[in-house]
């Protein structure tokens, strides 16, 4: 999750890998119940809709409508970029007909590379944030939660006229003052139920092994298109999921006909 302006960042994305791994211990707790957080998986979602409503999710920009609900689905998102990376991970994207949900960061990201959010909206992803600066939420007082919050937000909306509705939290860390202020902004808060913990290696094939042997229906697979093995992973993982018979789909067709309510955490 740390940040990628060229080369010449490539000490900022060590520091920032270093980061994420002290802190995957604790997440790991967070996600297997030793600390409380309540999440919501997206079956439950969809479940709470009801049979009523649309019968999927709606079609954007060339990818077809999907009934999750009859589909074998599972939600492709990249966090941190964009990046120097990006613009062959859309073109892969674009030529396998995969959606993706981005989460992206603002400063040396979303301010460095405006044209690539631009073109991830255009051509059909799903655009979020992940925060300004990366700063763990957990450990910011409140202004600086928001300002954390709104500042990539108003900037994917200004370069694609769309409101960001979701968010992921760095290092998936959020507690109840995050979901007070997601809610008071309008995110949902997305975590993932497979990482390739790609910031621990440079080796595609073993990024493609870990995500095949975590995948399951509704997965939410986590990467990050800002390290050199994760993009030339992309196509692997794209052919052996889709011969399992999985469709892939962004997060909000995860969830329709329901949908991610504000202040809420899913995973």
């Known amino acids: 999750m740390p940040s990628l302006t060229s080369k010449m960042t490539k000490t900022g994305t060590t520091l920032r890998g270093a980061a994420i791994l002290a802190a995957a211990a604790s997440l790991t707790l967070a996600l297997s119940g030793c600390t409380k957080l309540e999440t919501t998986s997206p079956s439950s979602v969809r479940d709470k809709a009801g049979p009523a409503g649309a ?12 009934d999750c609900r009859k589909a074998k689905c ?8 964009p990046s120097e990376n990006s613009a062959r991970l859309l073109d892969i994207l674009k030529e396998k007909q ?13 301010d460095t590379y405006p044209e690539l959010v631009r073109r991830m909206a255009a051509e059909g992803h799903e655009v979020a944030g992940h925060t300004w600066t990366h700063k763990i939420l957990t450990d910011a007082e409140p202004d600086e939660i928001r300002e954390e919050l709104e500042r990539p937000n108003q900037e994917i909306e200004r370069l ?9 939290p760095p ?3 959020t507690d ?14 997305i975590l993932w139920s497979v990482t ?14 870990r995500v095949l042997d975590q995948s399951s229906r509704d997965g939410i697979i986590l990467l990050h298109d800002i390290y050199d093995g994760t993009v030339p992973a992309v196509p692997g993982i794209v052919d052996a999921l889709k011969a399992r018979g999985y ?7 995860l969830l329709a006909p329901g949908s991610a309510e504000p202040g809420k955490v899913y995973r």
Do not use: W
């Open 247 to 253: 469709v892939f789909v962004t997060v909000p067709q």
């Open 171 to 173: 290092q998936g860390r």
């Open 176 to 189: 109840d003052t995050v979901h007070d202020i997601c809610r008071e902004l309008g995110l949902a808060e």
């Open 55 to 66: 019968s999927g999710a709606q079609a954007r920009a060339g990818f077809g409508a999907v």
């Open 196 to 209: 390739a913990k790609d910031y621990t290696t440079n080796d595609s094939d073993l990024i493609t092994e």
């Open 160 to 168: 694609t006229g769309r409101r960001p509705t979701l968010m992921r």
């Open 98 to 110: 995969v959606p993706a949900t981005f989460f992206l960061l603002g400063k040396r990201h979303i």
């Open 74 to 81: 599972i939600a492709l998102t990249f966090d941190a970029g």
